[in-house]
T-cell receptor, first 112, second 113 residues
Framework: EAQVTQNPRYLITVTGKKLTVTCSQNMNHEYMSWYRQDPGLGLRQIYYSMNVEVTDKGDVPEGYKVSRKEKRNFPLILESPSPNQTSLYFC???????????FGDGTRLSIL | GESVGLHLPTLSVQEGDNSIINCAYSNSASDYFIWYKQESGKGPQFIIDIRSNMDKRQGQRVTVLLNKTVKHLSLQIAATQPGDSAVYFCAERTGGGADGLTFGKGTHLIIQP
């Protein structure tokens, strides 16, 4: 089944403790993105990647890192999480630029 | 003006009626538009898309209309069913060098029995 898989689905952690949210897609898509979703603000892009070893900032990149060492994986790294990064995070992938995204089911992060 | 906004945060319709969800966009350079459906606890799910060289596109029970003159996008759902209850987002892509979509904030569609 074609899908985007995120792990973990839920995480409660404390300020400053490094964490990684993994994202994997099995569709051989070139493009991958990370979004955060906050009430009243909608989906905002954090980082995106157009291919292996090619990443770029989205609209809200501060406090986040990403890597794209393999086509299928696109982890999101919070080196020193802070409470304002408490949010619902979505990973997405698509085959080409002007095609719809396929989203994962989300990761709910709570930073205390 | 607001880019990719939705006119109503909540829309309540009777089961079996048609639903129309509206979206306004402000960037006349946008060349690709998408509608997503997000059910509680899940990620956005692609419904239908339309490119700027089209005015209308139909899918199964859904139709998207694009009016470039007034920069307006709408999603019509025929014979609304309980399973259509969700938040619906429109999104636009400007077609420029930067990746990414600009999403609207969503309309919550509520189905009345």
């Amino acid at each position: 089944e074609a899908q985007v898989t995120q792990n973990p689905r839920y995480l409660i952690t404390v300020t400053g403790k490094k964490l990684t949210v993994t994202c994997s897609q099995n569709m051989n898509h070139e493009y991958m993105s990370w979004y955060r979703q906050d009430p009243g603000l909608g989906l905002r892009q954090i980082y995106y990647s157009m291919n292996v070893e090619v990443t770029d900032k989205g609209d809200v990149p501060e406090g986040y890192k990403v890597s794209r060492k393999e086509k299928r994986n696109f982890p999101l790294i919070l080196e020193s999480p802070s409470p304002n990064q408490t949010s619902l995070y979505f990973c997405a992938s698509r085959l080409r630029f002007n095609q719809p995204q396929h989203f994962g089911d989300g990761t709910r992060l709570s930073i205390l | 003006g607001e880019s990719v906004g939705l006119h109503l945060p909540t829309l309540s319709v009777q089961e079996g009626d048609n639903s129309i969800i509206n979206c306004a966009y402000s960037n006349s350079a946008s060349d690709y538009f998408i509608w997503y459906k997000q059910e509680s606890g899940k990620g956005p799910q692609f419904i239908i898309d339309i490119r700027s060289n089209m005015d209308k596109r139909q899918g199964q029970r859904v139709t998207v209309l694009l009016n470039k003159t007034v920069k307006h996008l709408s999603l019509q759902i025929a014979a609304t069913q309980p399973g259509d209850s969700a938040v619906y987002f429109c999104a636009e892509r400007t077609g420029g060098g930067a990746d990414g979509l600009t999403f609207g904030k969503g309309t919550h569609l509520i189905i009345q029995p």
